[in-house]
């Protein structure tokens, strides 16, 4: 499955149900384009037990601001729409896969 971009719009309806990865990054920023493959492949094997989004923060600032993004990349993990786990940098993909797993159960 693609990963589809949210915007503040369509964040919190996109968080309400089930297990989200979030990707918060910036078009801008060097790490975030490292970790952007990894993103696109856990989207892509995603096997429906969660969903993958991305949120460019300087075209969603208030759902930014809201969750206090203060550095990019940051990986935010939802579960029925409250923040379960939060990645901080680029990080391997084994370790995205951990944290998803644990949120879920």
């Known amino acids: ?5 949210l915007t503040d719009n369509n964040f919190e309806s ?9 990707d918060f990054f910036a ?4 790490p975030c384009k490292m ?9 892509a094997e995603c096997d429906g037990s969660f ?3 991305k949120v460019d923060i300087d075209e ?14 940051t990986l935010i993990i939802f579960k029925d729409g409250g923040e379960a786990a939060r990645l901080i940098g680029v990080q391997p993909k084994t370790a995205i896969l951990d944290a998803i797993k644990q949120v879920i159960g």
Not at 1 to 5: I, S, Y
Not at 27 to 30: A, D, L, Q
Request: hydrophobic content about 50%.
């Open 35 to 43: 970790l952007g493959p990894t993103i696109e492949e856990i989207g």
């Open 60 to 73: 969603c600032e208030d759902t930014a601001m809201d969750y206090a993004i203060m550095s990019v990349p």
């Open 51 to 53: 969903s993958v989004y």
């Open 1 to 5: 499955m693609a990963v589809q971009h």
């Open 27 to 30: 078009t801008w920023c060097g």
């Open 14 to 22: 996109a968080i309400a149900g089930g297990v989200v990865l979030v």
